[in-house]
């Protein structure tokens, strides 16, 4: 026995090392194993199997005779091994089984796939000694050609468990020939399976895989298709496993490759066992599509521009350079009237210029003419960010002196002349003039010195600078080429008047004389006694002051009606040249008086005579009284017609004196009222009654 197990071992070895189509089937029984691992196994398994087995005392042969059935591939059987079925040992030993006896028929050279299902769980659990199930040639019947054994074979489930195998699968390579399959009963009388026996066409390995294209040149996010040519074409399974080594930079499946980053990987093709392989490399580039963002650089520090590839997330990033200095071409200027915009330089840390409009935009202030600080402000835009703020200044120049074209100058009244200042330093900022005149009756003096005389005298022009209250001053002299007026208010009788004689321009005067009032006008008299000739009294006129006007000169006498006759009449002045007015007097002519020619002594009375006076004459009063003094209550008058020239008086007291006169008297009218004019009275007669 040990003999023969000793001789199994190198037998097999040999069989395994001397070529590897001869043992065929023993690659084929262990399937997918890896051929150094199936090359132990393999070893130790058949030590195993054949301590157990001897191939050579089964004398199929014999018992092959038995077989009972025919299987057709494909088709399934149930059945069970029961007492009464075959029943002995394949090694002729003394353990013996009962059996159930298959033939088959293989078509054709392929695979044998063999599943069996057990109902018994104790079917094959104490299998190990030998089998489930023995396979022969018939050709050869004496010599097992396949068993059965739960290490070697796959119909099992689970042997972990113990339980071993009840049902399962596997599949061996069998040539074209009859076969016989043996199932064995196990230590139960009545054990039901289930047998399928079918035919599989044998495993065609890959031998060659090639690839088209053999590389790839992509971009990122593109796909392209990799053909695969498995060889040979009849190939069992010519499905073929990809992989790619760098899932990152390209992914691939069932041959389509996605470009994911750059970078170069490689998409390897392999076959299902693993043991044929190609490889396509593939080079994954990026036309970058960049977009740019901008971290704007600002006063003092650095910005950049980053510009991402939205494909790739390349990321490049440009430094901006920091601005360092700010400048204003001038930061003072002097006042000159016209506005003021100093230009601006920006320089970057790195001395580089920025560009206005570009990089940076400014505003100026306006009315940048006028005196004062203005703030010029920079906006950086673009690449820049920021304000700054830069100041200039524009100050005064200051008034050092004013003169004027004309220190003095000579005017008429009512001229015009204009003074021009001159004002140093030229560009002096406030050029402003107050122009003043120091006697503003003489002169005036308008904001633009234009000189006028008002008035004879002297005056002067002083210019004064608003900036500095410097000052020049002009003299001058005005004069009057006189133009003289006579003008009068003429006295009158209650006022007194007055005679000027002025220039019309300058108001000098030459004359001014009063003329004073006029206080009193006489007559050389104021009555008389009417002589038959025409009476013109003379007239006297003084003013206030004594002084007497001069007739025909300054006053007419006029005179009305016939200042012959007895009556009131007008004298008027009428007051001419210096005077105004007129005044009038009154002169009367009384009746010429007569005279006592004779009086007589009478009883009781007394007889008067006078001297006869008719002419402008109504009548006569002959007045007595016993009183000399003519006291009116012890007086008679009696009225005598004109052509009588005596009187007798009688009823008087006797023996008593009288005393009698007598005078003339005329009516006449007087502003419509009949007025008595008497004469004076004559002498006065005595005379003393008789008894
Ligand atoms: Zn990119
Ligand atoms: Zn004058």
Same mark, same amino acid.
Not at 174 to 195: G, K, M, S, W
Not at 262 to 269: D, F, N, P, R, V
């Given at each position: 026995m040990i003999v023969f197990v000793v001789f199994m071992i190198l037998a097999v070895c040999v069989l395994y090392l001397a070529s590897g189509k001869t043992n065929r089937k023993f690659e084929t029984m262990i399937g997918h194993m890896g051929r150094k691992v199936s090359a132990l196994f393999l070893a130790v398994a058949l030590v195993l199997s054949s301590v157990m087995v001897s191939p050579s005392t089964v004398k199929a042969a014999g018992w092959l005779d038995y077989a009972t059935q025919t299987i057709s591939l494909g088709t399934a059987v149930s059945a069970s091994i029961k007492e009464g079925d075959y029943y002995g040992s394949p090694e002729g030993g003394n353990s013996k089984y009962y059996w159930n006896i298959y033939k088959f028929t293989m078509p054709k050279k392929g695979l044998l796939n063999i599943y069996l299902e057990s109902l018994s769980e104790e079917?094959?659990?104490?299998?190990?000694?030998?089998?489930?199930?023995? =396979?022969?040639?018939?050709?050869?019947?004496?010599?097992?050609?396949? /068993?059965?054994? !739960?290490?070697?074979?796959?119909?099992?489930?689970? !042997?972990?468990?113990?339980?071993?195998?009840?049902?399962?699968?596997?599949?061996?390579?069998? %040539?074209?020939? #009859?076969?016989?399959? $043996?199932?064995?009963?196990?230590?139960?009388? #009545?054990?039901?399976?289930?047998?399928?026996?079918?035919?599989?066409?044998?495993?065609?390995?890959?031998?060659?895989?090639?690839?088209?294209?053999? &590389?790839? $040149?992509? %971009?990122?996010?593109?796909?392209?298709? =990799?053909?695969?040519?498995?060889?040979?074409?009849?190939?069992?399974?010519?499905?073929?496993?990809?992989?790619? %080594?760098?899932? &990152? @930079?390209?992914?691939?499946?069932?041959? @389509?490759?996605?470009?994911?980053?750059?970078?170069?990987? &490689?998409?390897? $093709?392999?076959?299902?066992?693993?043991? =044929?392989?190609?490889? /396509?490399?593939?080079?994954?580039? /990026?036309?970058?599509?960049?977009?740019?963002? =901008?971290?704007?650089?600002?006063?003092? !520090?650095?910005?950049?521009?980053?510009?991402? /590839?939205?494909?790739?997330?390349? %990321?490049?990033?440009?430094? @901006?350079?920091?601005?360092d200095s700010i400048e204003l071409s001038d930061t003072l200027y002097y006042y000159d009237g016209k506005e003021h915009t100093p230009s601006v330089t920006v320089l970057d840390n790195e001395g580089n210029a920025l560009g206005q409009g570009k990089d940076y935009v400014i505003s100026y202030p306006d009315n940048t003419q006028d005196i004062g600080t203005y703030t010029v402000t920079i906006n950086f835009i673009g690449n820049y960010e920021g304000t700054k703020e830069l100041d200039f200044s524009v100050l005064a120049v200051s008034v050092e002196s004013v003169s004027l074209d004309m220190d003095d100058m000579t005017l008429e009244i009512g001229e015009q002349k204009k003074l021009t200042a001159a004002i140093l330093p030229d560009n002096a900022t406030n050029k402003s003039i107050m122009w003043e005149s120091s006697d503003s009756s003489v002169i005036t003096v308008d904001d633009s010195g234009l000189v006028k005389a008002i008035a004879v005298g002297t005056a002067s022009v002083i210019a004064t600078t608003v900036d500095g209250e410097k000052t020049a001053i002009c003299t001058v002299d005005v004069i009057c080429d006189h133009s003289y007026q006579i003008s009068l208010i003429p006295a009158t009788q209650n006022s007194n008047g007055v005679l000027t004689e002025e220039c019309s321009k300058c108001g000098d005067s030459k004359r001014n004389e009063i003329i004073y009032a006029v206080s009193d006008i006489s007559l050389s008299s104021t009555s008389c006694s009417y002589n038959g000739k025409m009476q013109t009294p003379s007239v006297t006129v003084k003013d206030t002051t004594g002084k007497k006007l001069q007739n025909n000169v300054d006053y007419t006498v006029s005179y009305t009606g016939n200042q012959k006759d007895v009556g009131i009449f007008t004298v008027t002045v009428n007051f001419e040249e210096n005077y105004s007015g007129s005044i009038s007097k009154q002169f009367t002519i009384y009746p010429k008086a007569t005279n006592i020619t004779k009086i007589k002594a009478k009883k009781k009375g007394f007889s008067v005579t006078w001297k006869k006076q008719s002419t402008q004459t109504t009548g006569y009063e002959l007045a007595y009284s016993a009183s000399r003094g003519f006291a009116r209550n012890k007086t008679t008058i009696v009225t005598v017609s004109r052509n009588k020239v005596n009187k007798t008086i009688s009823k008087l007291k006797k023996g008593k004196r009288y005393y009698v006169r007598i005078r003339t008297y005329k009516n006449v009218m007087v502003n419509g009222k009949i007025t008595r004019l008497s004469s004076g009275w004559s002498t006065v007669k005595e005379v003393t009654t008789k008894k």
């Open positions: 079917y094959l659990r104490y299998a190990h000694t030998y089998n489930g199930f023995l =396979i022969f040639s018939a050709s050869d019947p004496d010599n097992m050609l396949w /068993c059965s054994r !739960y290490r070697q074979n796959q119909i099992r489930k689970d !042997y972990s468990t113990s339980r071993a195998m009840y049902y399962g699968s596997t599949e061996i390579a069998l %040539e074209a020939e #009859d076969y016989y399959f $043996a199932v064995r009963q196990c230590y139960t009388n #009545d054990t039901p399976y289930y047998l399928t026996l079918s035919y599989k066409e044998p495993v065609m390995n890959v031998s060659s895989i090639t690839l088209s294209p053999s &590389s790839l $040149a992509m %971009e990122i996010g593109e796909q392209r298709t =990799i053909i695969p040519t498995v060889l040979p074409n009849n190939a069992t399974d010519k499905t073929v496993v990809w992989k790619s %080594e760098n899932p &990152s @930079i390209a992914t691939v499946e069932n041959g @389509i490759v996605k470009a994911v980053s750059i970078g170069t990987t &490689s998409i390897s $093709a392999s076959s299902l066992d693993g043991e =044929i392989k190609a490889a /396509c490399p593939v080079t994954v580039e /990026c036309n970058h599509n960049y977009k740019s963002s =901008i971290s704007p650089a600002g006063i003092g !520090y650095n910005g950049y521009i980053s510009k991402n /590839c939205t494909k790739c997330g390349t %990321e490049t990033k440009d430094q @901006i350079a920091a601005i």
